[in-house]
């Protein structure tokens, strides 16, 4: 069985999908953007019979935007997310118009690497200094982004006993935007 596995868009630019919500249909093989236009996919899942759902999405977003499928709950998300899950749709909702990219395939074990900070998006930084007034915790969202959403990527700088830094570790071993600033002393950092 082949798989099917493809970038959006192909010339690994991004598209800005216009604000309202907007849905990619890999059945149809379709986007049906906000603002009534339409655009096809490379593929679409009725011209195969031994393949009816994607199982992984690599996303790559240049503001905030809400994201669902036909089999996961509704998500925020900024920067770029990996998703293992079967899915037939991917409805994106936008407050503004925002650049995306997105690579798709069948398979749930591709593996992609490529950089979590894939993104033009100016952030902005948080820092918490310890007693001696070192940088302990930075984190990073997008502009506005409240330090109770879970939109942060947190590092963590650790430091020997004569305060040279001597590790950056993520919140949960994760670079994604995912976590929540207000509790960021209660991630494991890896």
């Given at each position: 069985?082949?798989?099917?596995?493809?970038?959006?868009?192909?010339?690994?630019?991004?598209?800005?999908?216009?604000?309202?919500?907007?849905?990619i249909?890999?059945?149809?093989?379709?986007?049906?953007?906000?603002?009534?236009t339409?655009e096809?996919?490379?593929?679409?899942?009725?011209?195969?019979?031994?393949?009816?759902?994607?199982?992984?999405?690599?996303?790559?977003?240049?503001?905030?935007?809400?994201?669902?499928t036909d089999e996961?709950?509704?998500?925020?998300?900024?920067?770029?997310?990996?998703?293992?899950?079967?899915?037939?749709?991917?409805?994106?909702?936008?407050?503004?118009?925002?650049?995306?990219?997105?690579?798709?395939?069948?398979?749930?074990?591709?593996?992609?690497?490529?950089?979590?900070?894939?993104?033009?998006?100016?952030?902005?930084?948080?820092?918490?200094?310890d007693?001696?007034?070192?940088?302990?915790?930075?984190?990073?969202?997008?502009?506005?982004?409240?330090?109770?959403?879970?939109?942060?990527?947190?590092?963590?700088i650790?430091?020997?006993?004569?305060?040279?830094?001597?590790?950056?570790?993520?919140?949960?071993?994760?670079?994604?935007f995912?976590?929540?600033?207000?509790?960021?002393?209660?991630?494991?950092?890896?």
């Amino acid at each position: 069985m082949t798989d099917i596995t493809f970038d959006y868009p192909s010339d690994g630019t991004r598209k800005t999908l216009p604000i309202g919500l907007n849905i990619i249909d890999f059945v149809d093989g379709i986007i049906k953007f906000a603002d009534g236009t339409k655009e096809d996919l490379p593929y679409k899942l009725s011209d195969y019979t031994n393949h009816d759902h994607m199982s992984y999405l690599y996303i790559t977003t240049g503001e905030k935007i809400t994201i669902e499928t036909d089999e996961m709950g509704s998500r925020t998300i900024l920067g770029t997310t990996k998703i293992k899950t079967n899915f037939k749709y991917i409805y994106v909702t936008t407050t503004s118009p925002t650049p995306i990219s997105f690579f798709v395939s069948t398979n749930p074990d591709t593996s992609l690497d490529i950089s979590e900070a894939d993104t033009d998006v100016q952030l902005i930084t948080t820092i918490e200094y310890d007693s001696d007034d070192d940088p302990i915790y930075i984190g990073e969202a997008a502009p506005s982004t409240s330090k109770s959403d879970p939109l942060w990527r947190i590092k963590k700088i650790t430091y020997d006993a004569s305060k040279n830094p001597t590790d950056i570790q993520y919140a949960d071993g994760t670079q994604t935007f995912t976590k929540v600033w207000n509790d960021r002393t209660t991630y494991s950092y890896s």
